[in-house]
Nanobody, 125 residues
Framework: QVQLVESGGGLVQAGGSLRLSCAAS????????MGWFRQVPGKEREFVAA????????AYAESVKGRFTISRDNAKNTVNLQMNSLRPEDTAVYYC??????????????????WGQGTQVTVSS
């Protein structure tokens, strides 16, 4: 069992930055691929970024590539999403997800086993 708690969301002006963090409980964190997804009302959950269990592989959605950076600290059981040059279209609830005991990265929400409750990010124009 893995529990995930996101933090760091908030309101920011366009062009600004936010850093999201996801704290994970459980002994399988270092064996878990991690991902960030986002969702706006009425739309499907959208892939944002993913990182492999030891951080060697990462993947990004085209819409955030070059602006967002995913990282992890297995000693602290945390995964972070640094978001720079934010745009109004980045406004969404951001979710952290864990994919336990599997290697590599994936963009598919269906392949993640555990999800956090989400944190709201609002970017004003």
């Amino acid at each position: 069992q893995v529990q995930l708690v996101e933090s760091g969301g908030g309101l920011v002006q366009a062009g600004g930055s936010l850093r999201l963090s996801c704290a994970a409980s459980g002994r399988t964190f270092s064996s878990s691929g991690m991902g960030w997804f986002r969702q706006v009302p009425g739309k499907e959950r959208e892939f944002v970024a993913a990182i492999s269990r030891y951080g060697g592989d990462t993947a990004y959605a085209e819409s955030v590539k070059g602006r967002f950076t995913i990282s992890r600290d297995n000693a602290k059981n945390t995964v972070n999403l640094q978001m720079n040059s934010l745009r109004p279209e980045d406004t969404a609830v951001y979710y952290c997800a864990a994919r336990t005991l599997r290697i590599g990265v994936t963009r598919s929400a269906h392949e993640y086993d555990y999800w956090g409750q989400g944190t709201q990010v609002t970017v004003s124009s």
